[in-house]
């Protein structure tokens, strides 16, 4: 059985760092072709993917975000961390982590909101 | 960039209607793309991948097809439990891409 779940602050202040982690179990992350990605929707808006992580350690990034995202993982604690620096109140939504499969997203976490306020 | 047009943005239908969501590319993905479905509160679930193959466990009422720039998601005859928004995603090049998601309503 794959799970995945989310962690991290609910509320953090406007230009702090954001840390979030996805705790997965049923697959491992040193298995050829996989990868973690993280997707974010505002309240009320789209999905919007923001960085994926591969077995082989390759990383991606959306390019409007890239300059503020990094992705790790920890394949020993099947763990992989998502940081965001300079949190803005636009940067309040559901964080939501995923197993990539062959580029979709197969298994998802429950998502964790984040919110961005002084 | 890969931008996508998702149309339309809200179908009010009842149930047993055959609906249909189209997803148009602004590029060629061949046949890189997934449709996903989801509930108020609730995390997105893999419907379609591939452009048309069923992710296991999704009823044969979803089906999906196109290729290039134009992909439709139909729903045959329309369950009460499908009431929910839909997505398409692109996963031809990086950034991967959604669509910005199509809210099916009772009618």
């Known amino acids: 059985q794959i799970t995945l779940k989310e962690s991290g602050p609910t509320l953090v202040k406007p230009t702090q760092t954001l840390t979030l982690t996805c705790t997965f179990s049923?697959?491992?992350?040193?298995?050829?072709?996989?990868?973690v990605g993280w997707i974010r929707q505002p309240p009320g808006k789209a999905l919007e993917w923001l960085a994926l992580i591969y077995w082989d350690d390759d990383k991606r990034y959306s390019p409007s975000l890239k300059s503020r995202l990094t992705i790790t993982k920890d394949t020993s604690k099947n763990q992989v961390v998502l940081t965001m620096t300079n949190m803005d109140p636009v940067d309040t939504a559901t964080y939501y982590c995923?197993?990539?499969?062959?580029?979709?997203?197969?298994?998802w976490g429950q998502g964790t909101l984040v919110t961005v306020s002084s | 960039v890969i931008w996508m047009t998702q149309s339309p943005s809200l179908l009010s239908a009842s149930t047993g209607d055959r609906v249909t969501i189209s997803c148009r590319m602004s590029?060629?993905?061949?046949?890189?793309l997934a449709w996903y479905q989801q509930k108020p509160g609730k995390a997105p679930e893999l419907l379609i991948y591939a452009a048309s193959t069923l992710q296991s466990g999704v009823p044969s009422r979803f089906s999906g097809s196109g290729s290039g720039t134009d992909f439709t998601l139909t729903i045959s005859c329309l369950q009460s439990e499908d009431f929910a928004t839909y997505y398409c995603?692109?996963?031809?090049?990086?950034?991967?891409?959604f669509g910005q998601g199509t809210k099916v309503e009772i009618k």
């Open positions: 590029q060629g993905i061949s046949s890189y």
């Open positions: 995923a197993r990539g499969h062959m580029g979709d997203f197969d298994y």
């Open positions: 995603q692109q996963y031809y090049s990086f950034p991967w891409t």
């Open positions: 049923g697959f491992s992350l040193s298995t050829s072709g996989v990868g």
